[in-house]
């Protein structure tokens, strides 16, 4: 098996993965959750409405009107918002309004309540029978036209796509009270090596405490997913074999494991995938995290990310977050990449490298620093990061001033 590109495995990753099934949720449960079908609009707002408080009018009537010359017109009905009026407005005539209500039949326009003598501003006043206006308004001033925003037919939100707080909002608008989303992928996650602990645990010599599982789950359910948490598996064989079936046995769509897909001795995550599945790949020539196994087993997508603990922080961001955004239904998976200008000069073995890295505006241009030693167990260096540097395959060097794509985090 040769060495991939991250690309090449990227794109491995991604020809693998298929959305999982939709579901129909109440829309209180949509925030996060990614759409499943087109939405199409009706005509957003309504109803020709009121954009302030005042009096609906005939523009045609104001024509003389300014402050010198008010013009006293007679008030035949009061419309608050969330009420309607089944009235017709004639010339001469006036309607107290609300933001929001329905402009009257007959009226098109408004005359904000500051230019008329009723602009006392209290609330629970009764309309008044006449009201003096001291402004002329234009046809359509100060009127919200049905279908303005949006007209009816329009697709305005697309399959694949993530809800955020407006997104939920701009449904509520449409009525739209449950939809049809992905249901959330179920992602199996377990750790491996004799050496771990869980964090409740006190330490013996040689021992560390588990962190992937910690950083990995909080990345898992970030993305969206569902964390089924497997623990932590011993170097043996059965025992990793134990935990997958576990997996297999709760319907994960994805398993992750961190840890044991090198080549040391006891690394057998990769044998018992291998002798219960299939290996696709299980190197990348990448930087942290060479180390990256990408497989099946027993019918569940596997990857196998390195054990240490910034590497498996990488894999993750380069190639669990692919998979899990094609499992999710997502229609493309964003990040915000940017070019930036180095503030050190840097090395790197020709494997292309994603380091941590601080982005920060100076004089006008993004300007990027590593945040310390590289070393692949420095989870410090990535809590300090704002962002990964990305330096391509085949660069050995990069001087104070080169151009670099980053990823901010
Ligand atoms: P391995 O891939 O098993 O050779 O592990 C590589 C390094 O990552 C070793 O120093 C492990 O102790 C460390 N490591 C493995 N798994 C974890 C984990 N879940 N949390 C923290 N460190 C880990
Ligand atoms: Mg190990």
Redesign the pocket.
Known sequence: MNLLSVHEAQERILSQFKPVEAETLPLTACAGRVLAADIISSDLPPFDNSSVDGFAVIANDMLSAGSAFPLTLSVVADIPAGSSSDITLLHGQAARIMTGAPIPSGADAVIMVEDTDFNNGRAGTTAPETVKVFKSVRADENVRKRGMDIKTGRKILFTGTQLRAQDVGLLAMLGVANLPVYRKPRVALL???D??MPVEFRLMQGQ??????YTLSVLIADAGCEVLTLGIAPDKKDAIQFLFDQAVGVNADLIIS?????V?AL?YVKEVVESNGKLDFWRVNMRPGK?LAFGEYRGVPFIGL????VSAFVGFEVFVKLAIGQLAGLRTVTRLKVKVSLAEALESDGRESYLRAIVEERDGVLSAKLTGHQGS?NLLSLVQANALLIVPAGVKSLAVGDQAEAWML
């Open positions: 750790s491996s090596g050496e771990l560390i405490h588990d962190s992937n599982s961190s840890a044991g897909v090198s040391g690394d180390p390195p054990g240490n603990p167990g």
